[in-house]
C-alpha cells in the first residue's frame, strides 16, 4: 500500500504549469506567456465618474491590463497582486472611489 503514496508526488508534479523561465505563468494563458502588465499611470482621472461596463472597457484599455476586477461597497477581496489585473473600487452611489494596478 505504501507504493501508490510514493509514487503520488510524481504524478502531480505533472499538472504544474510554468514558465519557460520555470516560474507561475501568474493566473492562466500559454506556458511561456508573459501577462500584461497593468499601467496606472493615468488612471486617476476615472476616479469619481460613474461605473459602467464602458467605464471599465476604457479605464481596462487604458492601463493595458489583462483582466478587470470591480469591488463593490463592503465586498472583501483578495489581497493577492496581479500584474496583470485592473481593480476598480466604487461606492454605493456607483462613484469610483479608487482604481489601481493589482
Excluded: H
Excluded at 476615472?46 to 492601463?63: P, R, Y
Amino acid at each position: 500500500m505504501r507504493l501508490p503514496l510514493m509514487i503520488l508526488p510524481a504524478l502531480l508534479a505533472g499538472c504544474a504549469t510554468t514558465t519557460a523561465s520555470g516560474g507561475d505563468n501568474g493566473g492562466g494563458g500559454e506556458v511561456g506567456e508573459v501577462p500584461a502588465a497593468c499601467k496606472g499611470d493615468a488612471l486617476q482621472q476615472f476616479v469619481g465618474q460613474t461605473v459602467s461596463a464602458e467605464l471599465g472597457a476604457t479605464a481596462l484599455k487604458a492601463s493595458g491590463a489583462r483582466t478587470l476586477r470591480w469591488g463593490p461597497p463592503r465586498s472583501a477581496m483578495t489581497m493577492d497582486y496581479r500584474t496583470d489585473r485592473l481593480t476598480i473600487v466604487y461606492d454605493d452611489d456607483q462613484k469610483v472611489t479608487q482604481i489601481s494596478c493589482g
